[in-house]
Structure formats: C-alpha cells, structure tokens
C-alpha cells in the first residue's frame, strides 16, 4: 500500500485543519488506518486510528474531543479532522496502514507509513 498524506499547513491556535490520507496499491477496506505525530525533538507518538469498516475508532486523550478520525473506503482515503488546534498539536503527521484492519494504537502493528504532512500551529 503506498499512503500519501496532505491537508497540513500553518494556522493559528483555535482553528481548524482536515488532513487526507489517500491509499493505493491493495484493497484499501482491509486494512486499518492510523495516524502518528512527530514533533521536533520528540518520539513518534499515537494520536487516532480507525478499524477497517469505521466501525471502531480508538484517540490519543490529547486529541480526545478535538480530533476525528474518518475513512471512505470509496475513495481510499483516512480523514483527521483536526478542531480547536493547539500550539502543541504542531508536528509532521504521518498516516499508516495495518493489515489486520484493526483500530491499534501500537506503531510496531503498522505494515506501511506515508511521508508526513507538516502541521504548524502558531498561539
């Protein structure tokens, strides 16, 4: 499966950002989807991720109650609807794959990663 990510940019605190995940490659409805974040100088860090059909969803509880996580299995695409953004939440998100179609917040279960998209979020 080859993941593209976009969507991010520079916004200020309080607004609000949707990033895409599109898929290619394999049958995009079997696999789970997640997605990751990076910021400078820390570790790679969960933050939503969604079962195969979207039927299970599971949230970092950074992100809880602003983030939303979506797919369209139509348009092999994972959705982070991102609300109420804060200065912290800047990072490189990443998107990634997991073949088992499960909602997991472990990175290690993950079969493929996208390249990232920048989300910076100035106070």
């Known amino acids: 499966v080859q993941l593209q990510a976009s969507g991010g940019g520079l916004v200020q605190a309080g607004d609000s950002l949707r990033l895409s995940c599109a898929a290619s490659g394999r049958t995009f409805s079997n696999y789970g989807m997640g997605w990751f974040r990076q910021a400078p100088g820390k570790e790679r860090e969960f933050v939503a991720a969604?079962?195969?059909?979207?039927?299970?969803?599971v949230y970092a509880d950074s992100v809880k109650g602003r983030f939303t996580i979506s797919r369209d299995n139509a348009k092999n695409t994972v959705y982070l609807q991102m609300n109420s953004l804060k200065p912290e939440d800047t990072a490189v998100y990443y998107c990634a794959a997991e073949g088992w179609g499960r909602a997991t917040e472990e990175p290690n279960e993950y079969d493929y990663w996208g390249q990232g998209t920048q989300v910076t979020v100035s106070s």
């Open positions: 969604i079962s195969w059909s979207g039927g299970s969803t």
